[in-house]
């Protein structure tokens, strides 16, 4: 689209060299600006993963045999590969949805709309936390699912999963599998819980008809953006931890 | 410019409710796309050994299916397909220059220091 030559703007309104770059706010580019630099960082640890992995190509442990347990369908028998893992990046790709939804309902200056579908955001990203905390809980029990034994839990310093685990196994597996799977999914969740706490203060904004006042609805955009990039970076999390 | 919120851009973004009718069948259909990509990425994950397939189409198809999703993400959902191209450009080129790079020389490594070739 080629607003800068269809559309007259109001000099006012225009960043302070007389024209906006790129046609887009101020706002939104900065957002844009933080998520290059915070998609960088991801990058370089996910990078360094599949440098260990890499390193560790023998004994590195494979994930679909370790990510096996389900809530409430607990035994010695319950084997669920993957289900877990897929099961919280629906989560997260509804909550992507309906915050999608709350961008479109606010372009429309529907105010109803973009408060019942941020409530979901906010419902769906704080699912996923718990989600998360249970998936730690569980890793971090070990392969004997007692957490309580702390001799062989999985920490920064030992990780008994993998093809290496057993007594009379050639090869250990290192302890940067757990390392990393804190890391990764640790900063992750730590950019969620970010998520769900800026989508609340937009939402109450909302509630408050704040934005019905400015004329636009941008800033559920500008938080939409941040929360699309948690859902960006779990797609690649999820190959690159938990399949490949 | 004391504020930038009253920008005209974020003002001109708004549409209709026709538009948004099919700006929402667009999402629906992204959503689909994207659970069910996320589906066959399940099964492959569980059943690819069992299927008899050699690991690394399985490692490549799953790379392939990931940046179809990070795609529709980025260009639908937060709407980068409806920005200026130089925008466009400026955001997607960093990666496609420097984590590439970066990869090609971690994996490199990586493969160098196995710890059996080591020793």
Same mark, same amino acid.
């Given at each position: ?151 062989? =839990? ?44 800026? =989508?609340?203060?937009?939402?109450? =904004? ?39 | ?119």
């Amino acid at each position: 689209m080629s607003g800068e030559v269809t559309k007259v703007f109001d000099q006012k309104t225009l960043w302070e060299g007389g024209r906006s770059p790129f046609s887009v706010s101020y706002g939104k580019m900065m957002m844009w600006f933080f998520l290059i630099s915070d998609a960088l960082t991801f990058g370089s640890l996910l990078g360094a993963l599949g440098f260990m992995r890499h390193k560790y190509i023998d004994s590195w442990p494979i994930s679909e045999a370790i990510f096996t347990h389900m809530p409430l369908l607990h035994g010695p028998d319950a084997h669920y590969p993957l289900l877990y893992v897929a099961l919280m990046t629906f989560i997260l790709i509804v909550s992507s949805v309906t915050m999608v939804l709350a961008v479109e309902a606010g372009h429309r200056m529907d105010r109803n709309g973009v408060t019942k579908w941020l409530f979901w955001t906010v419902i769906g990203g704080l699912i996923f936390v718990g989600s998360q905390a249970w998936e730690w809980s569980t890793f971090i029990a070990g392969p004997d699912g007692d957490i309580s034994t702390w001799a062989d =839990n999985a920490t920064l310093t030992q990780n008994f999963y993998g093809r290496g685990f057993g007594p009379d196994s050639p090869i250990a597996a290192p302890a940067q599998y757990s390392q990393f799977f804190f890391f990764v999914t640790g900063f992750h969740g730590t950019h969620v819980v970010s998520g769900v706490i800026l =989508n609340f203060i937009i939402l109450l =904004n909302v509630l408050k008809g704040k934005y019905e006042g400015v004329g636009h609805y941008e800033m559920v955009e500008k938080v939409g953006l941040y929360w699309h990039f948690i859902d960006l970076v779990w797609v690649f999390v999820f190959t690159f931890y938990y399949l490949v | 410019m004391k504020r930038d919120d009253i920008i005209e851009y974020s003002l001109g973004a708004g549409h209709s409710e026709e538009e948004g009718k099919i700006i929402r069948k667009k999402i629906w259909f992204v959503t689909a796309l994207l659970s069910i990509v996320t589906l066959v990425e399940v099964l492959l994950g569980v059943f690819w050994s069992s299927m008899g397939l050699e690991w690394t189409v399985v490692k490549f198809a799953f790379i392939v299916m990931t940046m179809v999703k990070a795609g529709y993400i980025v260009m639908v959902f937060m709407h980068l397909g409806d920005e200026r191209k130089l925008m466009k450009y400026f955001i997607l080129m960093p990666y496609a220059i420097f984590i590439l790079y970066l990869l090609f020389l971690l994996f490199f490594e990586g493969n160098a220091l196995v710890p059996d070739l080591l020793t």
